[in-house]
């Protein structure tokens, strides 16, 4: 048993990689679809351009930390673990950054908007 060991680890390790590259593709076209999303808006002056690109960014960097936190299953050591960590609470203050953002945006727009 002890000799399978080390060969079930890199599957499970493999797998995992694979599945961190795939979010992390996800979390890039949320974001590159976000982006056009607002470009085409933008063009057509929608007034929701902010609005859309933020909650596109905040699902975006979500995919992201989604990443980031798999991929501490695979650090090896302790400086890998505490880069990891700095990485997710940046991306986590730029997440609520974001979500605030869009809290306020909601809150502009709902005074703007007149209701029937």
Sequence with gaps: MKEA?????????????YLILLIEIIGVAVLVWAIVRALSELIRHKGSVR???????????EFKMGGELLRTVIARNLEELAILGTVILLRAAMAVLVYWEIRTERKHASYTDPTP
């Design 5 to 17: 060991y080390p060969i079930i680890e890199q599957y499970v390790f493999t797998v995992i990689e």
């Design 51 to 61: 609005l859309d690109l933020a909650e596109g960014i905040g699902l975006a960097l």
